[in-house]
């Protein structure tokens, strides 16, 4: 079997984005613009389960969305060849979005 | 009796690059069969209209194609259904996504390779017993709707997962592997999860629904596909052991 691990995870990260996003929706937009200032940002970060629900956001968020791309790719990309170069871009660019958020939250 | 327009989607391969549209004109009562108009348009207007149909009763599957624009079985389609009055078209086209032969018939041997794949017999090869191996009423509702199958080509060809990616097993084949895997008699369950379980298999399909919107036989295909992804789920999640030991 292949691919399982894959499904399942693509299932769990999607639950937590539906709660993910609606705590993210409710910060962002009943916060205000004016609200959001690196002040803001940085209390919130000092919070360990800020930073939790932050990194779990994050890995959900780059997981579902890259897989879904893999997805499409997998289903309209008949070339072999072209299948793993852009199979390894995805890979590149999802690790290298995490990296970022990682560093962001633990700097 | 009315004056029903049918739109036929043709093609030569002896004469035509692509497919034409050409339209014929059939007195009908609107309680007839698509497969009637079809029929009547061969017998008296164009003898060169090509299109499958054997048992013309539901069970063989063989008259499956699109029309107005959805697959179904035009054995099993009534005029009054497609066409509710005499001045609305009915348009027949090919089955999708299938290699085309000629008019309204396809190739349907990538959608019957599908079907080898996923082993679709019973595989047991305990000492057989005295008499039948017998099922339980319960263990054969189990499978009872995938049963049912005629294999008529319908879902497969109208899903766009099929459409983009001609490896997918497709509908129709992990119906079949369904069928068997939860068959109480079968002893193949991992061989054949090893086959549907891969990456042009079980996780190609996105629970578009649409195999389940056309299938003739009111199946839930969907639904069958999902239990499969949770009993693969199910087998990882409780190790590859079993796996391992056959």
Not at chain 2, 1 to 30: C, G, L, S
Not at chain 2, 156 to 184: H, M, N, Q, V
Request: net charge positive.
């Amino acid at each position: 079997m292949k691919g399982v691990w894959g499904w399942l995870f693509q299932r769990v990260t999607g639950v937590i984005l539906v709660a993910g996003l609606l705590i993210h929706f409710i910060i962002m937009h009943y916060s205000g613009p004016e609200q959001i200032t690196y002040q803001y940002v940085m209390e919130r970060f000092s919070n360990p389960l800020w930073k939790l629900f932050d990194l779990a956001f994050l890995i959900s968020v780059v997981y579902h969305g890259f897989n879904g791309l893999r997805g499409i790719v997998l289903e309209y990309v008949s070339s072999a060849k072209l299948l793993k170069a852009l199979q390894i871009a995805l890979l590149a660019f999802a690790f290298l979005l995490t990296a970022t958020g990682v560093y962001i939250l633990t700097a | 009796m009315n004056n029903y327009t049918f739109r036929i989607k043709r093609f030569d391969p002896e004469n035509d690059t692509v497919p034409r549209w050409e339209e014929f004109h059939v007195e009908m009562a609107p309680t007839e069969r698509v497969l009637d108009g079809l029929i009547k348009i061969k017998d008296s207007v164009d003898g060169s209209l090509t299109f499958r149909r054997s048992c013309a009763h539901g069970v063989c599957g063989s008259c499956a194609m699109k029309i107005n624009g959805k697959n179904g079985l035009a054995c099993q389609t009534l005029i009054k259904d497609v066409s509710f009055s005499p001045d609305t078209v009915i348009t027949l086209e090919p089955l999708p996504a299938l290699p085309l032969i000629k008019d309204l018939v396809v190739d349907m041997a990538p959608f019957f390779e599908k079907n080898d794949k996923v082993l679709p017999y019973l595989i047991n090869n305990e000492p057989p017993p005295e008499r039948e191996r017998l099922q339980s009423p319960e263990d054969q509702h189990t499978i009872l709707q995938s049963i049912t199958c005629i294999m008529c080509g319908c879902c497969t060809s109208s899903c766009p997962s099929y459409w983009a990616d001609k490896e997918y097993l497709g509908p129709s084949a992990l119906l079949k592997a369904y069928r068997f895997i939860f068959d109480t008699r079968d002893r193949s369950t991992e061989a054949r999860l090893e086959r549907v379980a891969q990456v042009h298999g079980l996780w190609r399909c996105h629970s578009i629904y649409n195999c389940v919107e056309v299938c003739p036989k009111e199946i839930d295909i969907t639904g069958h596909i999902a239990k499969l992804k949770s009993l693969s789920v199910k087998k990882a999640l409780s190790g590859r052991k079993s796996l391992k030991k056959k």
